[in-house]
């Protein structure tokens, strides 16, 4: 059983900074795509961060400066670092991974973490 913890989230003046981690776990065999989206209140899920197959990030325009994007490939961790937080950026950020995991080891499915709630003041 494969699952995604994601932690980091919290209240934060405008300004500030947080840095969400998402860590999946389970009989993971490969993992070949992870992302990052957040759901604003009546608002649709956007896709906010995205590692690509060759391992450039692409970020919505509104957070490009602003956030990164990383990963640990050894813990199977991926990480967004989010600075200068304004307050459209308030949110669950949800972490996404595309993974193969024992015994079906050519089937890739989706994976969410639970989400975590940014929330920023002004």
């Known amino acids: 059983q494969v699952q995604l913890v994601e932690s980091g989230g919290g209240l934060v003046q405008a300004g500030g900074s947080l840095r969400l981690s998402c860590v999946a776990s389970g009989r993971i065999f490969n993992i070949n795509a992870m992302d990052w989206y957040r759901q604003a209140p009546d608002k649709e899920r956007e896709l906010v961060a995205a590692?690509?197959?060759?391992?450039?990030?692409n970020y919505v325009d509104s957070v490009k400066g602003r956030f990164t994007m990383s990963r640990d490939n050894a813990k199977n961790t991926v990480y967004l670092e989010m600075n200068s937080l304004k307050s459209e950026d308030a949110a669950v950020y949800y972490c996404?991974?595309?993974?193969?995991?024992?015994?079906?080891?050519?089937?890739?499915?989706?994976?969410w973490g639970q989400g975590t709630q940014v929330t920023v003041s002004s």
């Open positions: 996404h991974m595309k993974i193969a995991a024992w015994p079906a080891l050519g089937t890739y499915k989706d994976y």
């Open positions: 590692l690509t197959s060759g391992g450039a990030t």
